[in-house]
């Protein structure tokens, strides 16, 4: 493109100076002709060589506007890389901290497992060493049937996992002896049957009734525990913590309010 506007420009140098010449001497009218002629292919080849000057300035335009693209896409590819690399490095840490949340899951189901065997081992040692003494002798026998007998066949059932009989002996036993001194103990152990099966729903319903009892009852305290887990288990960490806090308040010297407190250390925010 320049070698032709070099050759151009010569051109035009050179019919300049032809026509500078051809004036200075005697024209004829057909001197004169080609010099008008000459005149306008002047022009002419102006005219062309500012079209040419235009198209190198818009080529030269659109040189830098394509070298401008390439860069911005390199841009662009390098900040979509960045982009899908900061994607993949969320995505691993969401999945870890859903692995952790599981892990984390299981382990309190876990602890929440071992605290109800170990309150069903106190109580079966507090069983074991208060029942004879508190078994209410005043009570007479209802139908034939002894009150302190039928206790002990329903707590050993509960014991050895017949908890449908148990169940059925606990009731017997708080219908007929419903002055007794270990009632609020025969309702306890029914929501015990239902807690060891996960029968969440009437195990609430009866350490529920042994909270309304009596209002020293000896069982208030496990049974505030128990349904402080029932809390825990249907994920209600509210409700569980205020169930959990009242056996610490409400009975700080017994079993269960140590055992309250080793539950809430273990919660999520402590």
């Known amino acids: 493109m320049k070698k032709l506007i070099i050759k151009t420009q010569k051109l035009i140098i050179f019919l300049v100076l032809f026509t500078l010449v051809t004036a200075s001497g005697c024209a004829t009218q057909s001197d004169l ?9 002047t022009t002419h080849i102006r005219a062309q060589l500012q079209v040419l000057r235009e198209e190198m300035a818009r080529q ?108 059925q002996q606990f009731l017997q036993y708080s219908e007929y002896f419903s002055d007794s001194a270990l009632v609020d103990d025969a309702q306890y152990y ?43 288990a249907r994920k209600k960490q509210a409700e569980a913590r205020a169930y959990l806090g009242r056996v610490i308040q409400e009975h700080p010297n017994s079993n269960e309010a140590q055992l309250a407190k080793m539950r809430l250390d273990l919660m999520p925010g402590n």
């Open 60 to 167: 030269e335009e659109l040189k830098k506007l394509t070298i401008y693209i390439e860069r911005l896409e390199t841009l662009v590819k390098k900040q979509m890389d960045e982009l899908w690399k900061m994607r993949a490095d969320l995505g691993q840490r969401v999945n870890s901290l859903e692995n952790q949340l599981r892990i984390l899951d299981t382990r309190i189901s876990e602890n929440d497992r071992q605290f109800s065997t170990l309150v069903r081992k106190l109580e079966g040692i507090k069983v074991k060493l208060n029942t004879t003494d508190r078994t209410d002798k005043t009570i007479a026998p209802v139908q034939g049937i002894d009150a302190g007998h039928l206790y002990d066949l329903a707590l050993r059932d509960y014991q050895l996992g017949n908890y449908e009989v148990a169940i």
């Open 190 to 232: 029914i929501g015990e049957c239902y807690y060891t099966q996960s029968l969440y729903t009437q195990a609430l319903d009866a350490y529920t009734i042994v909270l309304n009892l009596k209002k020293d009852g000896n069982k208030i305290p496990a049974a505030l525990l128990k349904i402080a887990f029932i809390k825990l």
């Open 33 to 41: 002709s080609k010099v008008n002629t000459l005149r306008d292919n």
